[in-house]
Nanobody
């Protein structure tokens, strides 16, 4: 699975961004999709995941109520809508694809190249 993330940028605190991740695979709906992020000097951390149908989602506590993950299986694309952004959300954001168990284990086998999100105070 090849993944291409886009939509990052510089935004002021309190602002919004929408990240997109396009997958080059014929069976996109077979994959659980996730978003992770890595801030400078920190380990990569889980942000959100969405089931194959899009009917179930799960989030890290730090982004609950502010971020929304969604997917369009017809377009082979997953999105991350980020609202009420904080400086601590600054990181490189990565999308990931995995088998069904990825939704529970939060382990993914395919990764995109990352897109930078910078939130200024």
């Amino acid at each position: 699975v090849q993944l291409q993330a886009s939509g990052g940028g510089l935004v002021q605190a309190g602002g919004s961004l929408r990240l997109s991740c396009a997958a080059s695979v014929r069976t996109f709906s077979s994959y659980v999709m996730g978003w992770f992020r890595q801030a400078p000097g920190k380990e990569r951390e889980f942000v959100a995941a969405i089931s194959r149908s899009g009917g179930s989602t799960t989030y890290a506590d730090s982004v609950k109520g502010r971020f929304t993950i969604s997917r369009d299986n017809a377009k082979s694309t997953v999105y991350l809508q980020m609202n009420s952004l904080k400086p601590e959300d600054t990181a490189v954001y990565y999308c990931a694809a995995g088998p069904p168990e990825s939704y529970y284990k939060l382990t993914f086998g395919s990764w995109g190249q990352g897109t930078q999100v910078t939130v200024s105070s």
